[in-house]
């Protein structure tokens, strides 16, 4: 790396996302979930959450993304913020649903606990 300035990279994402929702009432699931960490928007840009569903015996697929400052998808402030996800398309009994934090740098923080279709 030569010459130019350093770009300080944010602190990944060391929290996963706690998820929630009501995936049984509907064929499409809203999933709703908080983050403990700020996760504030920088130089680099903001932090979002992807969103993968499992269907049975099918491989995890990203099914969308929220953006972290996306008041349309933001409830609340502070640590009582909560985020939210409309399923796109219907999902079957035994679908799993996690959310991954994702930094300004495209670094993944872990992934969330699975909330399972029963």
């Known amino acids: 790396w030569g010459g130019g300035g ?3 990279l ?3 994402p060391a929290a996963r996302a ?5 995936p049984h009432r509907a064929h499409r699931a ?4 908080t983050h403990p960490d700020a996760l504030r928007k ?3 840009g903001g932090y979002r959450f992807d969103v993968y569903r499992q269907m049975p015996g099918e491989r995890p697929a990203r099914i969308g993304t929220v953006l972290a400052d996306d008041p349309s998808a933001v409830t609340g402030a502070g640590a009582s913020r909560t985020f939210r996800f409309a399923e ?3 999902s079957a009994s035994g679908a799993r649903w996690q959310i991954v934090t994702l930094d300004p740098a495209g670094r993944m923080g872990p992934p969330s606990d699975a909330v399972i279709r029963s």
């Open 18 to 22: 706690v998820a929630g929702g009501h």
């Open 42 to 44: 920088g130089a680099m």
């Open 10 to 12: 944010p602190h990944p």
């Open 6 to 8: 350093c770009v300080g």
């Open 30 to 33: 809203t999933l709703r979930w």
């Open 88 to 90: 796109p398309t219907d």
